[in-house]
Every structure is written in C-alpha cells, then in structure tokens.
C-alpha cells in the first residue's frame, strides 16, 4: 500500500501516476512561459511571520462567514474544469466533500456534472462561474438554473476574453468534451486541426465584448450577489466597487490567462487597500499550505479558494480526497495559528507577517 500523503505537494506527485499525461497537464499547465504559474507558489514563500507568544492558544477558532454565509474555516473550493476527466464521480464528489469540510464549492460553468446534480447530490454551500458567451441568451439560461437550484452567489470571471496560451494544451491537441451545463444550448466539440480544441471552443463563443457595463446587464436578471473573479489592479478593483459587485476574487486565473502578471498574493494587498472594506476581497492562486492561507488573511483576504490540490485529491482519492485536502489545508492553518499567537481568525493582523519589500527596506 502506498503512504498516505501528508501533505498537498505529495497529493501532486500522485495525481501524475494516475492521470493520463494529457489531463494531468491540463491541470497543472499555465500560460506560455509558465512565469507565473511559479510564481503564485513562490511569492508565498518570500513572505516570512512575526509570531506572538505567550498568547493562550488552548483553543483555535477557524470558522468564518462568507457573504452571509458560516463556515468552517476560510478555505473553500474554486472553480476548475471538467472533473469527470479526473474522477468518474467528477463534480458530485467535490461537492460532497465540500458539505463534508461545511464549506463552500463554487462550481465551473464547465462541470462535467450539470448544476441541477450537483445541487441534488449534497447540502453543500454552492457558488456557480459564469463565463458569458457570444449569445447572451446562454449566460442568463445558466444564470437562472443557478438560482433556481440553490447556488448563493455568480462568481463572473472578467480575466478570459479570450484563452491564454496553454502549450501543453496545444501539443497533446487537448479535446473538451460536452460540457453538461450547455447541453442543448452549445456544442463544446469544437475540432481544431491546429492544437487543442478547448482554444478553438473559446476564441469561437466566449464574449471578448464583456465590459463594465455587463455587470448591470447582470444584476438586472439575477438576485444573487454578483462576484467578480480576476482582479489584480487597484483601478479594477475601484470600478468594480463603483459597478456595485458584492465581492472580489483576486485572481490569475490559476497563472493559465496573461502570463507575467504578478502573483495574487503579491497583488492582494493592493486590492485590499482600494476597496477600503467596501465588500469581502477573497484570493485564489498558489494556495499549498496553511502557512500561505494565514498570509493571505494577514494581507486582507476573508478567505482563499484553493482549485487544484482539489483535483488533485479528487484523483488519487475520490471525494474522500477532497476532503483530506482540505483538512489538511485546516490543520496547518490551526497549527500556524497557535503558533503565531492568533487564538482566532480576528487576531490575525497586518503585523503577523514581513513581506519581501518590507525585508529589502530593511536592509537599506
């Protein structure tokens, strides 16, 4: 029997021995030249803590709220593709493990379970991604069966006009299947002679007309509080508030989109300064240890999304997989906590921790 993983970077490496090459590199691919990919993980890295001691740590309290929303600790499930590729329970067994951890899962438009078996399959807090399509018709058809199945919030993602370049896509000529969301509103076999197939289904029918603007067309058709999911700029940040979204995801895409751009991590306390605690500011992006969760929330963040060290576990283990993920994620994050002397998530402060900056003038 192989040892059980302890840790997510071990989850990886056995992920790759049981995904076929062309699946496992579309997990774990980013754009091009892959600068950010490495990034989002390192940055992390660079970020050291200021611990306090002598503070009575005999008990930790993870929980939070998330738009109105309780719970368990601030370490939820992101959006990511197609989990049928990685699992045959796909979709249903993320989700079951997300009521499992009394979590949130926040469910791709590109499911390879539909939204309604999803919603049936568990109690599950759900969030639904939206991309919106050339025929607007097929944003508000989703839309509506989000919020008539239950899902509590529209998480738009406004980074992918059109698809980053993905090489290993490209070279394994990468093939999207149906996607169950959109059957019966669009094909998602789109067939290239040129690389992969998800490229073409893309540049073919997403929208690169998304604007501002869209963000009222938006509100107009749903009552469920609008997400914006692919910030990374103080002016973006400023004009969703002023567009009057809910939340914000500061985001990379996963470092799959505009290659180069920073690491969401070295991008979050600049979004955090602009919306002034206006709406929640929450982060996904290189998120592998509860170390970096207690980073983000010490730069502002109320919460992270974590997307492949879910699939991942889903991989290796199913369900259960996903649930160890994220209790792995938990503990780390209980034991950084008493460690640095925040008994709670309040306690986590600015001060817990020196950012690289903050070294090099130090040095100065």
Same mark, same amino acid.
Not at 36 to 53: C, D, G, S, Y
Not at 140 to 166: F, H, S
Not at 196 to 209: C, G, K, Q
């Given at each position: 029997?192989?040892?059980?993983?302890?840790?997510?970077?071990?989850?990886?490496?056995?992920?790759?021995?049981?995904?076929?090459?062309?699946?496992?590199?579309?997990?774990?691919?980013?754009?091009?030249?892959?600068?950010?990919?490495?990034?989002?993980?390192?940055?992390?890295?660079?970020?050291?803590?200021?611990?306090?001691?002598?503070?009575?740590?005999?008990?930790?309290?993870?929980?939070?709220?998330?738009?109105?929303?309780?719970?368990?600790? @601030?370490?939820?499930?992101?959006?990511?593709?197609?989990?049928?590729?990685?699992?045959?329970?796909?979709?249903?067994? $993320?989700?079951?493990?997300?009521?499992?951890?009394?979590?949130?899962?926040?469910?791709?438009?590109?499911? $390879?379970?539909?939204?309604?078996?999803?919603?049936?399959?568990?109690?599950?807090?759900?969030?639904?991604?939206?991309?919106?399509?050339?025929?607007?018709?097929?944003?508000?058809?989703?839309?509506?069966?989000?919020?008539?199945?239950?899902?509590?919030?529209?998480?738009? $993602?406004?980074?992918?006009?059109?698809?980053?370049?993905?090489?290993?896509?490209?070279?394994?000529?990468?093939?999207?299947?149906?996607?169950?969301?959109?059957?019966?509103?669009?094909?998602?076999?789109?067939?290239?002679?040129?690389?992969?197939?998800?490229?073409?289904?893309?540049?073919?029918?997403?929208?690169?007309?998304?604007?501002?603007?869209?963000?009222?067309?938006?509100?107009?058709?749903?009552?469920?509080?609008?997400?914006?999911?692919?910030?990374?700029?103080?002016?973006?940040?400023?004009?969703?508030?002023?567009?009057?979204?809910?939340?914000?995801?500061?985001?990379?895409?996963?470092?799959?989109?505009?290659?180069?751009?920073?690491?969401?991590?070295?991008?979050?306390?600049?979004?955090?300064?602009?919306?002034?605690?206006?709406? @929640?500011?929450?982060?996904?992006?290189?998120?592998?240890?509860? $170390?970096?969760?207690?980073?983000?929330?010490?730069?502002?963040?109320?919460?992270?999304?974590?997307?492949?060290?879910?699939?991942?576990?889903?991989?290796?283990?199913?369900?259960?997989?996903?649930?160890?993920?994220?209790?792995?994620?938990?503990?780390?994050?209980?034991?950084?906590?008493?460690?640095?002397?925040? @008994?709670?998530?309040?306690?986590?402060?600015?001060?817990?921790?020196?950012?690289?900056?903050?070294?090099?003038?130090?040095?100065?």
């Amino acid at each position: 029997m192989a040892a059980e993983p302890v840790n997510l970077n071990e989850f990886q490496i056995m992920a790759k021995k049981v995904l076929p090459k062309m699946y496992y590199d579309f997990y774990t691919g980013g754009a091009e030249d892959q600068y950010t990919l490495k990034e989002n993980v390192e940055a992390f890295q660079r970020i050291t803590f200021r611990p306090r001691v002598l503070v009575d740590v005999s008990r930790i309290e993870l929980s939070t709220t998330i738009l109105g929303h309780t719970i368990s600790s @601030p370490i939820m499930i992101a959006p990511t593709s197609m989990h049928k590729l990685a699992h045959p329970e796909g979709e249903i067994a $993320t989700a079951t493990a997300a009521a499992a951890c009394n979590t949130i899962m926040v469910l791709s438009f590109s499911a $390879t379970c539909s939204l309604e078996e999803v919603a049936a399959s568990c109690n599950a807090v759900r969030f639904f991604q939206l991309y919106v399509y050339k025929r607007r018709s097929i944003a508000a058809n989703l839309v509506q069966r989000a919020e008539r199945n239950g899902y509590k919030a529209i998480i738009l $993602t406004v980074d992918c006009p059109r698809l980053g370049r993905r090489e290993a896509d490209i070279k394994n000529n990468m093939i999207v299947p149906q996607l169950k969301n959109l059957e019966g509103l669009l094909s998602t076999q789109v067939v290239s002679d040129k690389g992969s197939s998800l490229e073409a289904y893309a540049n073919e029918t997403f929208d690169a007309s998304l604007c501002w603007k869209d963000v009222g067309w938006l509100k107009s058709i749903t009552k469920l509080p609008i997400v914006v999911k692919g910030i990374l700029t103080r002016e973006d940040a400023m004009k969703a508030i002023e567009v009057g979204v809910e939340g914000i995801i500061v985001s990379n895409h996963g470092a799959r989109q505009l290659d180069f751009t920073p690491a969401t991590i070295s991008a979050l306390e600049e979004v955090v300064d602009a919306v002034k605690g206006k709406v @929640p500011v929450l982060l996904d992006g290189g998120v592998r240890r509860g $170390t970096d969760v207690f980073k983000a929330l010490a730069l502002g963040a109320q919460g992270v999304f974590v997307g492949r060290p879910a699939i991942y576990g889903l991989a290796v283990k199913g369900g259960q997989g996903v649930r160890q993920v994220i209790e792995m994620l938990k503990n780390e994050l209980e034991l950084t906590m008493a460690l640095s002397g925040c @008994p709670s998530l309040k306690d986590i402060s600015r001060s817990h921790v020196r950012t690289e900056r903050e070294r090099l003038q130090s040095m100065l």
